[in-house]
């Protein structure tokens, strides 16, 4: 990563003017009962990757938006080449040469890449749309940086590496000579990440200004050249990345030191609780996402499910839960025949499902923190009185699982929709293994978590393992996988490729069997070098 | 403070609603009249300016108003446009808890209603139709029917009709194929078939008493189909005699004086004149009787009357056997349906 | 049967047919624009009243249509506005404000109606229009090319909107802030300005239809006179997928139907009435099963904008 740029004259390869530095001064942001950002201090330059590292809720995004023109700041000042900026909207913040990639993309799923790089930018042809003139624009613009994508598909055909390429190419077509990149990699698989990272190198090469912002300290280790760390809304220290490492981030992200190694003692093997035969399940355009895979989870395992996203895990993970119709094949949990039961009789066997979806599938987001946790056992004791619900035992059990679990909430009567992610996945984690299960479908637990929330979730899914029930843990991160599975099955294309022991797994080896190579396949693995 | 407003803006859209849609137009009593006025209220489904089926019996009350000598003797509260049966049946009530002495349910789909409310209210008159179902048979003791007998001038204006008509083709445009626009339509089909063998009468039903714009396609096709005579039933109709006046077709109007308005095409109407009834609901009520009794208006007793237009003069040899036909309706002779 | 399948019959539901659609258009037009940018407005059927009513009295105190036409337009880009402001600024519930709004728009046309007239009164509305050449086609000429200009109008309507929906920046907008107006925020959008806009005229397209109604099909104005219509033109938008002629083939089937069924009865084929005047409803419904493509809905239809709720 080199401070030496290119260009000398000031001027992108776009033609843009450079924002040599951009800084913000004593940045304060409040929202109804929080301090969002509490004199902040925050600086980029031309040709540098600066990196704003913070767990959920640190106030990174808030900060962010700011510099971005949708909210605007309660003290403090903006700077950029000097010049002091006011913006009231992204429009300015844009015409400044400001761009930014949200985390959640901002595109409109109905439209073609070009309509959505068009979108709100007056025309040269008046009232009338320009789109030819923007694809030849958009095809300069990926051609020169290496941004592969088809201009005339539409938003909602492509995938989520290829969306994030399209929201880059929107900054750039408005002449980003900033780019804010709000969690960028959360959705990528790991060789999107590398195109992406490419990608971004380029781009401070040629002399643009980028704002990385991510809670994952490897990635910020590997793309950055200064990392601040925020906590609380505060800036907690600022280091040039060459300097520093992960043990000493991780714990000024969390104010406390972090175990970032798992003790495990060798597995306890029970019976086995979830056997999965041949099974067979339809994706959500006809085709079948699931294809003949066989499964055996054994009480006091985890079994990891590895995998690119979209090779059949989210809907194995729905078939199992059953949420999903099952086209051939049979599940049998605890010995019983459940291939064509629904939900509520799997929960009563003893099964439970963190679900990927957490907002969407895992929890009610308008209901309280307490009215989610009781939402599979309302209607038994002590909760229900017969036809009534009995509130004060709610309230009781609510609030010690709260406390146990450790979500952070301001009270179980709190609308789930307003806790951050890590609390919400918390409280899911909460209302599923408090009810002692004997086989747990967890899917994706610690997507967008944060670092401290991570760890807890791994360790709780550790002592249940201990506990002896049978965990299938489907996830696309190796690192999570490979931390903590006995075993590790690797999906592609809806298939199992291989099943590999755990803990002597190669991080080579799983990443060739999630590119489709089987085990010991050694003509399969020579074609792929070709 | 955005709810407050949003709520703020709502109840002033309801009160707009409730000032403009429903307000019983009570005429208030002058005060310290001698003798308390007999109150009466009229729920009805289309608006009192109608032409029609709702304009029909607002104004009959209107007119025995007036002979009784004004709002100190008789009190007149109605509401109108009440298409929604619900709503009307909330009036309904609502006018029998206020001790209105006789509730005038107006059309025939309130009956299901009035079944309902008439036995809670044992002191009030209620009067409905058109029907001739008093519900007598279900033990209800308060309930006056009346019924029109449509079919009378509809036999006769169909006979003027089938005699003008140079195509030989009458259109007739019906709403529902229920109550009074039924019979009305049958009478007019049967009266042009005897007076003119061969005569081809047209039937259509738009399935609606209110939808203008169907109705008046429904008269374009019967013109375009040849028609040359139209007529029809309910306050929907205008919008075919809009059509019959652009294609300079002739109407007939029925249950209101329809002339005015298109003066040039308008032959002749029957007219339902409520008064009658009224006025013996009123006396019947006065010596203690609130019910069961079922009228029929006909043309021997003058709730019916043809009405002609002289502004489209009918030729005297025509009007002499329309003449002849409504002797032979009263004395008998003559039966409208077949 | 064999009646039905002669040239007059043909001509004469091709010709109603035109009619009969053209208030359901313009509503339907109108409404698109609103949905398209994610607001719903029930309260279409109210604003044809009020429309229907203020071009009828206008057109007949002047004596000029014109001025009527304009008053239609006026007062249903008001009632446009005002749901805007419920629905936009103060970020009411959509479904509950568009029916007040239609219990407005019904109230206020019938008292207004009371307080100015003295009953029903008709009017001789626009004449028809023949257009040179084409109108001298044999049969069609008379039933395609001989009509008022509302009536072309509506059908002009169609590929206008459709332009502006898919040709131009504007248009783009309005998809945009339909399915995903957090997108065209981030981009600078206003996107209330831009609903403000399409609710309003959608609301004076809804006054358009009215006035079809009052002057220049029936020529004149009754209570009620709509009777539902309204409603009719915003299922229309669901039946043509948001898309301005998918709609004009909603309606004209709708409209079609409608005028066959009047000629089953006219023409006196051994039909059940009753099933004649359920024909187009069941048509529809039976189409917009098939045809409804949920898909095309647009995202963010009836949910409020709110920035920072990511």
């Given at each position: 990563m080199s401070t030496q740029v290119l260009g000398l004259d000031g001027r992108l390869p776009t033609g843009q003017m450079r924002i040599e530095e951009m800084r913000m001064i004593g940045i304060v942001k409040r929202f109804p009962g929080v301090l969002a950002n509490d004199h902040v201090d925050f600086d980029v330059r031309a040709g540098e990757i600066h990196a704003l590292l913070g767990e959920n809720g640190a106030g990174k995004t808030t900060l962010m938006r700011q510099l971005y023109g949708l909210y605007r700041p309660d003290a403090g000042k903006i700077l950029i080449n000097g010049v002091e900026q006011h913006f009231n909207s992204p429009q300015d913040a844009i015409r400044a040469g400001i761009g930014m990639i949200h985390q959640h993309f901002m595109l409109v799923p109905s439209l073609t890449v070009v309509e959505n790089v068009a979108l709100g930018l007056k025309s040269s042809r008046g009232v009338l749309l320009d789109l030819d003139r923007v694809e030849k624009r958009v095809r300069e613009l990926s051609e020169q940086y290496g941004l592969k994508v088809d201009p005339k598909a539409y938003v909602w055909q492509l995938a989520v590496g290829e969306q994030q390429r399209v929201e880059i190419l929107k900054a750039l077509y408005r002449g980003a000579a900033l780019l804010i990149l709000d969690e960028p990699t959360a959705v990528l698989t790991p060789q999107e990440v590398e195109d992406l990272f490419r990608t971004l190198r380029q781009m401070a090469r040629d002399g643009h200004a980028l704002i990385f912002i991510s809670h994952k300290l490897h990635e910020v280790l590997a793309i950055s050249d200064r990392v601040t760390v925020l906590r609380d809304g505060r800036v907690v220290g600022s280091r040039p990345t060459k300097e520093t490492n992960k043990v000493e981030l991780a714990q000024m992200m969390v104010g406390r030191p972090v175990i970032l190694q798992y003790e495990r003692s060798p597995a306890q093997l029970g019976e086995v609780q979830l056997a999965i035969e041949n099974l067979v399940v339809g994706g959500d355009r006809g085709q079948d996402a699931v294809r003949n895979v066989s499964l055996e989870v054994h009480a006091g395992e985890i079994l990891g499910l590895a995998g690119v996203s979209g090779n059949g895990q989210r809907e194995l993970a729905e078939a199992l839960a059953g949420l999903r119709p099952v086209k051939s094949g049979r599940i049998l949990l605890c010995g019983k025949d459940v291939t064509h039961e629904p939900p509520g009789a799997r929960i009563a066997l003893g099964q439970s499902y963190i679900p990927e979806e957490r907002l969407r599938d895992g929890t009610i987001k308008e209901f309280s923190v307490a009215d989610n946790l009781i939402l599979?056992?309302?209607?038994k004791p002590p909760f229900s009185r017969q036809i009534f619900l009995n509130f004060n035992a709610i309230r009781e059990v609510s609030k010690r699982l709260v406390n146990e679990y450790n979500v952070k909430t301001?009270?179980?009567?709190?609308?789930?929709?307003?806790?951050?992610g890590g609390n919400i996945q918390k409280l899911i984690l909460a209302r599923e293994l408090s009810r002692r299960p004997k086989v747990l479908i967890a899917s994706q637990p610690t997507r967008g978590v944060d670092i401290g929330a991570t760890e807890y979730i791994h360790q709780r899914l550790l002592e249940q393992r201990q506990a002896g029930t049978a965990i299938l843990l489907i996830s696309e991160d190796l690192d999570e996988i490979r931390a903590l599975s006995d075993r590790i099955a690797v999906m592609y294309e809806g298939e199992i490729v291989g099943i590999v022991d755990?803990?002597?797994?190669?991080a080579e080896q799983l990443g060739l069997m999630m590119a489709g190579v089987r085990e010991g396949g050694q003509h399969h693995l020579e074609k792929i070098r070709l | 403070m955005k709810s407050v407003l949003s709520r703020l803006l709502m109840l002033v859209v309801l009160v707009a609603l409730l000032l403009s849609a429903c307000a019983p137009a009570a005429t208030p009593a002058p005060t310290q009249a001698p003798e308390k006025p007999l109150r009466v209220a009229i729920v009805m489904p289309s608006s009192i300016t109608d032409m029609a089926f709702s304009q029909g019996m607002y104004e009959a009350w209107v007119k025995v108003q007036q002979e009784m000598g004004g709002p100190s003797k008789l009190e007149i509260a109605y509401s109108e446009n009440m298409f929604k049966v619900p709503d009307a049946a909330a009036a309904i009530r609502d006018y029998a808890s206020q001790g209105y002495d006789i509730v005038i349910a107006h059309g025939s789909q309130y009956g299901t209603s009035l079944a309902q409310i008439a036995p809670e209210f044992p002191n009030t008159t209620f009067a409905w139709g058109t029907t001739t179902d008093t519900f007598a048979d279900q033990g209800i003791k308060n309930v006056f029917a009346y019924n029109p007998a449509a079919e009378q001038g509809g036999y006769v204006l169909g006979t003027i009709a089938a005699l003008m008509s140079k195509t030989g083709v009458l259109g007739v445009c019906g709403p529902v194929e229920a109550g009074d626009a039924k019979t009305y339509v049958d009478g007019f089909k049967y009266g042009a078939e005897q007076a003119r063998p061969g005569v081809k009468v047209q039937v259509t039903y738009t399935g609606s008493f209110s939808d203008v714009s169907l109705m008046a396609a429904a008269a374009e096709t019967h013109i375009a189909a040849g028609a040359d005579m139209l007529t029809g039933s309910s306050q929907s109709v205008v919008g075919a005699i809009g059509v019959a006046k652009e294609k300079g077709a002739k109407w007939f109007g029925q249950q209101w004086d329809q002339t005015s308005l298109a003066p040039d095409i308008v032959v002749a109407n029957q007219v339902y004149d409520y008064t009658g009834i009224i006025k013996d609901m009123i006396a019947k009520r006065k010596a203690g009787t609130l019910g069961g009794v079922a009228y029929t208006l006909t043309l021997e007793n003058g709730g019916l009357t043809i009405k002609y237009n002289d502004r489209v003069p009918v030729p005297p040899e025509i009007k002499a056997k329309a003449d002849e036909v409504i002797k032979g309706i009263i004395d008998g002779t003559i039966k409208p349906l077949p | 049967m064999n009646d039905l399948f002669t040239i007059p019959v043909i001509l004469g539901i091709i010709y109603s047919g035109l009619r009969l659609a053209t208030p359901y258009l313009y509503a339907s037009i109108g409404e698109a624009f609103v949905q398209n940018s994610g607001v719903y407005n029930l309260g279409v059927d109210g604003i044809m009243l009020m429309g229907a009513f203020s071009g009828f009295y206008v057109g007949m105190k002047t004596g000029n249509l014109w001025w009527g036409l304009l008053a239609a337009m006026g007062v249903g880009l008001l009632m446009g506005l005002l749901m805007a402001v419920v629905s936009v600024t103060l970020k009411a519930e959509q479904g509950i404000s568009g029916i007040g709004l239609y219990m407005f728009g019904l109230g206020l046309s019938s008292l207004l109606f009371k307080k100015t007239m003295t009953g029903v009164e008709s009017i001789s509305g626009f004449q028809p229009v023949r257009i040179p050449l084409l109108g001298n086609i044999p049969y069609l000429g008379d039933v395609l090319f001989n009509h008022n200009l509302l009536v072309y109008g509506a059908f002009l309507l169609v590929p206008l909107a459709s332009f502006i929906l898919y040709k131009t920046p504007f248009g783009l907008m309005i998809r945009a802030v339909g399915q995903n107006p957090q997108a065209a925020d981030t981009l600078g959008i206003n996107v209330d300005r831009i609903r403000y806009i399409t609710v309003s005229l959608g609301g004076m397209l809804a006054g358009i239809a009215g006035a079809s109604l009052s002057i220049s099909l029936i020529n004149l104005f009754q209570e009620n006179?709509?009777?539902g219509m309204g409603f009719i033109a915003i299922a229309l938008v669901y039946f043509g997928s948001w898309r301005p002629w998918g709609i004009m083939g909603g309606a004209l089937l709708f409209s079609f139907v409608n005028a066959l069924q009047l000629w089953l009865q006219v023409l006196g084929v051994n039909f059940p009435y009753d099933f004649a005047v359920m024909l187009p409803y069941a048509m529809t419904i039976l189409a917009l099963a098939i045809s409804v493509r949920r898909a095309a809905m647009p995202d963010a239809l009836g949910k409020p904008f709110e920035r920072g709720e990511f």
């Open positions: 599979e056992d309302h209607h301001p009270s179980v009567d709190t609308p789930v929709k307003n806790l951050s755990g803990p002597s797994a190669t | - | 006179m709509t009777s």
